[in-house]
């Protein structure tokens, strides 16, 4: 079995992702999560749990609904927004 997410150099899939089921090599797959990097990308970086339905105009971050706001025609990230507020430091990633 070859991983589905390699393009080039095809390595060997020893994972197998828990939300598409693509089976990826250990550097396509986030072991902690059990899921592969193309589903990383869908999901919400702040809960990653639920889709992300918009990326954060500061950070770039995707984030669903949940774990942002809307600021004009953008969405920020609850980080953001916290750290905007000064409430709270956060380690930027
Ligand atoms: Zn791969
Ligand atoms: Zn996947
Ligand atoms: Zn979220
Ligand atoms: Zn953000």
């Known amino acids: 079995m070859k991983c589905e997410l390699c393009i ?3 390595k060997k899939a020893e994972n197998r992702c ?3 089921g693509r089976y990826v090599c250990n550097e396509h797959f986030i072991p902690s999560l059990g899921i592969c990097k193309a589903c990383e ?3 919400c970086h702040i809960c990653k749990r ?3 339905v918009a ?3 500061v950070c770039g971050r995707p984030i ?3 774990d942002s706001v809307r600021r004009g025609l953008v969405r920020i990230c609850a980080l953001c927004l ?3 507020r000064g409430e709270l430091s956060v380690d930027p990633l």
Do not use: K
């Open 8 to 10: 080039v150099d095809e």
């Open 41 to 43: 990308l869908t999901l």
């Open 55 to 57: 990326v954060c105009a």
């Open 82 to 84: 916290q750290q905007q």
């Open 18 to 20: 828990v939300i598409c």
């Open 50 to 52: 639920r889709l992300a």
């Open 64 to 66: 669903c609904e949940r």
